[in-house]
Structure formats: C-alpha cells, structure tokens
C-alpha cells in the first residue's frame, strides 16, 4: 500500500526527469547522441572549405572520416594534440599538408596512404601514465590494430575503458550540469541560431569572430581569442600532469615502437615540442610536481638523436624565443611562434 | 581536484537509488552485507587501496573491543591503548606526520641548522578524522562499559563504513547505530519522502548557495591583497554561509539517505547562526563533533583537574579544558597552524565568556536591554556571528600570513567606500571584481540566502516537514517542483567537493 503511493508521487515527477532527459537529449551540446555532426564536418573539410563555429566535435572521429575521403597522400601531415593546432598549410609553402592534431597513424597506414614526412607535436603528458587520455577512444578499433602489429600488452585496457566512456556519455543523459548547458544553447538558439556553439557553416574567412577549422585541418582561433591578453594559471598549465611522477616505462616503449614502425615505413619523422607560456613554464619547472617535464624533453632529445629525427622547438619559450604575448593561453603558442620553429626546416617559401 | 563519489554528482543519483532498491528488495539477513558492500565501492572511488587503512582500524577496534570486555585491569586498560594507539596513530601518519615534519623543518630553518626531510608525498584518506572518531567513540564506550563489544565484525564495520556518514559524519555512537543494524527495516512511506525531501533541500544548500558563495570565497581568499576592507568582510561573510550550507547540506543529504533506508542519524547541525552566544553556537553547529569533544577530552579534563589532590586556581579550572578542547577541535579539522589558531580563537571566546559572565549580566541589567528582549536578541545574534565569521577568517586562509594580511586589512579603504556610496560604477566595479560579473548573479545568491533564512526561521518554530503536511497538496507540489527547478536551473554542478570532505 505505502509502495503503491510512493510510486504514485514518484509519477509527478516523472515530467521533471523527462524534461532534463529530453533536453539533454534533443540539444546535446556536446554533439554526444548524434552520429552526423562528424561526418558533416569531415566531408565539407574534403571539399576543401573552411568551418566556422566547429567546435564540440570528436576531432579524432572526423580526422578518421577526413583520411577515409581522401584519395592521395599528403607530403606531410602533423600529428600531435591542441598544441599543434595553429600550424597552417601555409607555414609549409607549396606542399600538401593536414594537419591532425591528433595521432592516427594507424588509420593512414591501414588505407596506404602514409606521408612523406609526418610532423609529431610532442607533449610532456604523453609519458605520464596518470594522464587521463581517453579520447583515443573513437579510434579503439585502429588503435587495437596497432596494438597487434606492434605486439604491444595493453590492449587488454580497450575494452573496459570504451564501456566506462559509452556509461559515462549516457549518465551525460541525467546529468544537471549537461541539462543547464543544454539550456543555454537552446536559449542561444531562439535568439540566433548562428551563435550556438558547434553549429557549423561553412566560411570563405579565415579568421572570424568564432573559431574555424580551416580546410588544412588547422584551426584559426576567433578574433576574440587572438585579441584578449590570457589569464594564465597554474591549473592551466598542468593539464594531464597530475602525478606524473617517473617516465612510465610502458608510455616510453609504445612511444618508441610507434616511431620506429613508421620510421620502417619510409616516412620521415620530425618532432616537434611546442612551447608552454613563459609563467606556466616558468611554474612548471620551480614546482617539484611537475619539474619532470624537464626529464621528459631531455628524453625526447635523446630518443630523437639515437634515431636520427630532427626535433625542433622546446618548452621552453625562452629557448625559441617566443615572448608572453606570442600565445593565446598557458599550453598553446600562436601561429608565429609556432611558424618561428618550423621556418629554418620548412620555410614558408 | 581528489576523485571521490560527491552527493552532487550524477554517479551518486545513480548509485544511491540503486543501492537503496537493492536494499528493499534484499532478504533482511543480506541486507548488512550489501551496505557494506556498497560502502566499500563508495569509498574506492577514492583511492582503492587506502580501504585497507579502513580494515585495518575496523579489524584492530573488533579485536580489541572483544578483549576489553573479556578482561579487568591493566590486561583491559592494555587493550584500550592498543586500539587508541592503533586509530590514532592511522591519522597522525596520514594526516598530520607532514605538518609535524614541516614544523619542525621550519624550526631547524629558523635555529640556521639543516634538516634532512623533505616534504613526504602523502594523500590523505578522506574522511579519516570523521570515521577514526567514530571508531575511537566505539572503543571508549565499549572500555566504560556502556556498550557491549560488537561480535558481528560485518555490522561493526558496517557502523564505521556506512556510506552516508563515511566521509563527512555525522559521527555517531555506537549505541545509536549498532542496534539499528541489527533492526528488519521496512519500506515507510514516511521515512522515504522526508529522506528524499531532505536530500533534496541539502543539495540545494550545497550547489545553489555554498558552490555560489565559493566563487566569492575563492575569489577573495586567493589573493588578499587585491581587495580592500569592505570586500574582505564581504568574502569572509560569504565563506561563512558557504561553509555553513555546504557542511550542513553535506549532513542533510546523508542523514536523508540514511532516513530513505530507515536509519535515524544524530542531527548535525540546528540554524546555529542564530545562535545568541558561542556557546551556544557550539551546540548548534557540528553536533555530533561537539558531543564528541565534550564526553571525551572536555568532561573528562574537568574531572580530572578538579579531582587533582593539589587544586588549581578556580580560573586555571575555567580556561584550561575549553582551551584544550577547541585547540584539538581546531587539529582536527587540519594539519595547519591556521587551524590550530581558529580552535584556540574559539577556546578563548568560551573563556573569555565564562569568566565575564557576572560583569555582561550587570553590563545588561545597567543598560536596560532587558526590557527589549527582540532587539536584545537581534544583537546577541549579529555579535555572535561577527565573533564566528571573524575566526572563519582563520579557518579559510590558505597560511597563516595570508589569514593575519586579512585580519589587519579589515577595514582598510573603507573611506573610499564611505566617499563612493552613492557612485553606483564604484559599487558596480567592487562586486564585479569579487568574481560574480553579472548582477543577476548576486540576485540570485542574496535570493538564495532569504530562502535559506526563512527556512531557518520556521525550524526554529518547529518541524518544517509537518508544517508541510498541513498546506494543501497543490502547495506542496510547487514547492517541491520549485525546489527541483532551483537545483536544476541555478545550482553549480562543476564537481566540486565538499568542505569537510578533507578532514
């Protein structure tokens, strides 16, 4: 009896968890419950046009879809994180480049399509095991491939992980901080639909008010974000390098057998360490929790001198140089910065 | 940020309806099990390893407890100590053996010697203090023989791990909890729509008003020096009522959980900034922490000074056992000499009330305050706040240098103040600086604080549940829909912990 009432009570409010599940579901601003957002952006970047407002895509999902398009090899593609966003097509003069931003070797290799020459933007967090990288999810399927060829052990780790994400996209569902956000973008929308963040249009500009992806690949940051001087903080600077505490034995071996395969593929491997800002580096290496980025970079050097690889740039600025206002926060240098270390290889005529 | 299953956060709506499900529909002789089962999980989602200081203290305390109610004498007395030794020394390593080597480090640096250890690199458990308190409450009530030894290790550990109350109390006694395990709890309609709507007005203190005034607090406290007087007192009174409504909305939502299932919690907190007098507020604010502390270290101190056979001062007798008693109150909450310095501030209150007690009496009786007992009322209670907020000032400093900037900045740039109250940008510009940038911001905390007011103002009437059940359902029913809408629209769900959560 006093079940039946209580159930009958949890009915009024059931209007309320609809309302957020629905919400959530219908605006999705974070493009989680739609299988088409990426495809669309991946087939106007093959036509060769630019983006605006792309945002809140899986950008590992498009890259896959963009090399699955294509018909010829690049003569150099970049591989890397957010770091190395803001390298162009243009910094490279007359050569095909993409610029991925994300690694995805594999992919390439399986449609035999390699590059001439593939750029590695190298990050500190790639040796930390405590990362908490799980965006590499979207190529499970290409990255359990390279797992087999390379006989490397853990992808025994895939599947557990693809579970934990697809859980947590769908807690995503009930989520209230997902619901307000779900919120705003539909209030953005009534007024104008062109403001909501992530709905995309294609642009002839290459920089505009809101960011875009850039037909190279590349992303153009927007007016704003160019213009503002950054808020740098410690928080930003140590993103991924929470209790990065020893080079982790199994990053740095998968590391190296990824880079050696590709050396056997005839491709021409350069990395690249893109800078931190002058007051993160400056925090990163007087805190005694992440001074490590100092052990890493000399790791780098060392690995790219045994194997022959030129590497270029450093995190630190100071080393390039680049100056404070050269970089749109703590973790991304600006396009003349970044074009400053590649121009003595590449030049940009 | 540390990871840790929150009350605010979506794994929790989904677990706890789980757990409690499983809960009803459980055979009764399980049902130990899957809440300590679920308990478990509930605390690795912290560090999974550090269950096992958990076990640890659990399986010392069962052993313990079972001698000392098996033995007499020194054998008993023996047995005690080892389980004092073995609790305590759990939270001296894990919580405090890093501020003890940083002091002493700091004494070395100030004598010009070498000290040779570093900073160790040691995460503490959460929840330590709270459920090394409750295992140690066990252990004295089982050595004063006021409650009988537990021989089911599962309930014992059920009483130390129960998950509502394992990371931030209440910290009950075991003659509250233990027999209430062994109870068959049956599905009350009562007690899961009170338990529900008490987690519901607990999460709304929590994201809508503490996770709001964070900003403010955050924002003040990370650099002093850029904020004049008014502002300071602005930051300090925020963190007060966010300290107060994240704490307390902690409690709720576990006392409510706890309520959903059948379990009656000690009430953790009663509109203490109501209070008229630090003593008073000591009664109204952590209850269980404070029960804890009086029959404890406060009563028997007092015991023990008074029995002395060489007597001290009647004063000496008056301020050494509030003084001891709020300095470990403030160790406890902290590994910090600003926390040490808050529980002494608190100390010193108590004495300093205690000992002019006779002289406010006559101060009260000159001034004829008595005749108007509201307005009497009224300033015993902003006083009493004044006296709390100021030693929060202490409690929320990041160092003891930022906390005395604080202290003796106050009232600094006030003239400006005072010369701009009419320019409304110079009013604009000082709240737009304290992290809130949009008016409506400040709108809705101040609407926030007049709800949690009113609330407050009817729980000292009475019961808010019953006065609940006499409007009509369609009242009822906005209310609740409002509330849900609050929590939903204005709440903060950026994952932020609670306060007491680390200590």
Known sequence: ?349 | MVKAMLFNSVEFFIFFPVVTVLFFVLPYRYRWFLLLAASCYFYMQFIPIYILILFFTILVDYVTGLAIEGTSGSRRRLFFLISIVANVGVLVLFKYLNFLNGSLSALFHFAGWQYPIGPLSILLPIGLSFHTFQSLSYTIEVYRGSQKAEHHLGILALYVMFYPQLVAGPIERPQNMLHQYREEKHFDYQNVTDGLKLMAWGLFKKVVIADRMAVVVNQVYRDPASFNGLQLIIGTICFAYQIYCDFSGYSDMAIGAAQVMGYKFTDNFKQPYWSRSITEFWRRWHITLSNWLRDYIFFPLRRTLLRRDKPLPNWLNLVIPPLITMTVSGIWHGANWTFVIWGFLHGFYLIVSALTEGWRARLLAFSRLERFPRVLAVLQTISTFALVTFAWIFFRAPTLGDALYIVSHLFSGLNAVLANLGNYDFIANMFTVLGFEDKVDWMILAAAVVVLECVQFLQQRGQVRVMLSLRPAWQRWILYYSLLAAILILGMFNRSQFIYFQF
Request: with cysteine.
């Open chain 1, 1 to 349: 009896m006093e079940l039946r009432k209580f159930s009958l009570k949890l009915i009024l409010l059931i209007p309320v968890f609809g309302l957020v599940i629905g919400l959530n579901y219908q605006v999705d601003p974070a493009n989680l419950f739609r299988d088409s957002y990426e495809r669309g952006i991946a087939d106007l970047l093959l036509e060769g046009r630019n983006i605006a407002n792309c945002t809140n895509n899986d950008d590992r999902l498009v890259q896959k879809l963009y090399i699955d398009g294509s018909s010829k090899p690049k003569d150099i593609v970049i591989f890397g994180s957010s770091h190395a966003m803001s390298i162009h097509a243009c910094f490279f003069g007359g050569k095909t480049v993409f610029n991925h931003s994300v690694a995805i070797a594999e992919v390439y290799r399986q449609r035999g399509m390699m590059p001439g020459t593939i750029i590695v933007s190298l990050d500190p967090w790639l040796l930390n095991r405590n990362n908490g990288q799980l965006r590499w999810i979207s190529l499970v399927g290409d990255y359990q491939a390279a797992v087999r060829r390379l006989s490397l052990p853990s992808n025994s780790m895939a599947l557990p992980v693809r579970f934990s994400l697809s859980t947590k996209i769908y807690m995503e569902l009930i989520s209230p901080s997902y619901f307000q956000e779900s919120l705003r973008f539909w209030s953005i929308g009534l007024e104008d639909p062109q403001l909501v963040p992530g709905k995309y249009y294609v642009t002839e500009e290459a920089v505009g008010n809101v960011a875009i992806c850039l037909s190279d690949g590349s992303l153009s940051r927007s007016t704003w974000a160019r213009s503002r001087d950054p808020d740098v903080d410690d928080v930003g600077a140590t993103d991924a390098l929470e209790n990065f505490n020893h080079i982790d034995p199994i990053h740095k071996k998968m590391f190296e057998l990824w880079i050696s395969s590709l050396q056997k593929d005839g491709v021409q491997v350069v990395f690249l360490l893109a800078p931190y800002h002058p007051k993160a580096y400056s925090y990163l290496v007087h805190s005694p929790d992440y001074r490590i980025i100092l052990d890493v970079q000399s790791y780098y050097e060392q690995f790219a001198h045994q194997s022959r690889i030129l590497l270029l740039g450093s995190f630190d600025p100071a080393d390039i140089p680049c100056s404070a206002d050269e970089f749109y926060d703590e973790q991304h240098a600006k396009e003349s910065c970044l074009e400053r270390i590649l121009s003595n290889e590449f030049g940009s005529n």
